[in-house]
């Protein structure tokens, strides 16, 4: 079985760029969730949808960050501009909206921002 | 304000002894837990859970322990093997929530 696919896998780019993070979830999986895993602050929630809508976007540090999810079956992570502190390792991961499913994770990206 | 917290960032065990992570939560209103492997260069895995009407839960070589009032898990992993060996998460939510807060992490490695 597929698990949740992320792609890049790592990026690289300047400061001020714009970079997109994408993410296929689990078939039949109806929350898709995008963390950020720093030294400094761990692995931490930014957002979570539910049936392709927001459900909670209080972790997203700020206006330069949007996430969307178009359909069942992908999702965007969106920094614009983009800012050396958001250097991380990002992660999707998705689950059943059942209580306390497990989440399900994607090898995440690398994001480096110089 | 960290609400679960891994105090130890590394422990080393020899291969076939016991593993004993720990992890502590301030919220009382946590009543869910869950622990997560992780690999390098790969997403966290999750390993086993419990809800707060327990105080254990085992799977295999995997046993958790729960105690509410001291606010305190252990996940113990007995006998050790080398492929083990991985950074571990503690996370914390609440019943019928989604919103995970993890741990900070502790990697375990375990020698032959």
């Known amino acids: 079985d597929a698990g949740v696919i992320q792609s890049p896998r790592h990026e690289v780019t300047e400061m001020g760029q714009e970079v997109t993070l994408r993410c296929k979830p689990i078939s039949g999986h109806n929350s898709l969730f995008w963390y950020r895993q720093t030294m400094m602050r761990g692995l931490e929630l930014l957002i979570y949808f539910n049936n392709n809508v927001p459900i909670d976007d209080s972790g997203m540090p700020e206006d330069r960050f949007s996430a969307k999810m178009p359909n069942a079956s992908f999702s965007t992570l969106k920094i614009q501009p983009s800012e050396p502190r958001d250097s991380a390792v990002y992660f999707c991961?998705?689950?059943?909206?059942?209580?306390?499913?497990?989440?399900?994770f994607g090898d995440g990206t690398r994001l480096s921002i110089l | 304000d960290q609400q679960v917290k891994q105090n130890s960032p590394s422990l080393s065990v020899q291969e076939g002894r016991i593993s004993i992570l720990n992890c502590d939560y301030t919220n009382s209103m946590f009543d869910y837990f869950l622990w997560y492997k992780k690999y390098p260069a790969e997403g966290p895995t999750f390993l086993i859970s419990?809800?707060?009407?327990?105080d254990k839960n085992e799977d295999g070589r995997f046993t958790v322990f729960l105690n509410k009032s001291a606010k305190h898990l252990s996940l113990h992993i007995v006998p050790s093997q080398p492929g083990d060996s991985a950074v571990y998460f503690c996370?914390?939510?609440?019943?019928?929530?989604?919103?995970?807060?993890f741990g900070q992490g502790t990697r375990l490695t375990i020698n032959p």
């Open positions: 996370a914390a939510t609440f019943q019928g929530a989604q919103k995970l807060v």
């Open positions: 419990i809800s707060s009407i327990k």
């Open positions: 991961a998705s689950s059943s909206q059942n209580s306390n499913q497990p989440q399900h």
